[in-house]
């Protein structure tokens, strides 16, 4: 029997750090993934799907990952179910990701605002340097689009 899952989408809203009475980090997140095909509008219609990470990468999911963001995750379906406080069974589907990729590299989100990892590379002074992500930055910018092309 298989159950592996593989997911690329973007993050629905920040993850939910949690711990455990035993103090074990769990965090919860949903992404919004995109579906191969067009519905009848000619649009591509999204899942939202249900996350949770646990230990060591659930910190670092809630530290590094915000709505908006850009993330793989591989893992396993798992379904549950509980009893709500009126007595109700709940049932629940979803995602528990052995590892989570974060695929867009730091401060480079949709959003506009800081990107928590900048919290790590300020806390280490000038220890190292400014890591520069672009390397092509050296050559400049591209600002007109419209220069003929060779193709």
Do not use: H
Request: one cysteine or more.
């Amino acid at each position: 029997m298989l159950n592996r899952v593989i997911l690329v989408g973007r993050l629905t809203k920040d993850p939910e750090l949690r711990y455990t009475p035993s103090g074990v980090a769990v965090a919860n997140f949903t992404l919004a993934v995109n579906r191969t095909f067009s519905n009848q509008n000619g649009e591509r219609d999204a899942d939202f799907i249900n996350c949770v990470v646990w230990r060591k990468p659930a910190e670092n999911v809630a530290n590094y990952l915000k709505k908006g963001s850009l993330a793989g995750v591989d893992g396993r379906i798992q379904t549950r179910s509980y009893d709500d406080n009126e007595g109700k069974k709940q049932f629940v589907t979803e995602v528990v990701a052995e590892s989570v990729q974060f695929l867009e590299p730091r401060g480079n989100n949709n959003n506009n605002t800081a990107n928590p990892g900048s919290k790590r590379e300020q806390s280490r002074g000038n220890q190292s340097k400014q890591f520069n992500d672009d390397p092509f930055s050296q050559y400049g910018s591209n600002d007109n689009p419209s220069d003929d092309l060779p193709f």
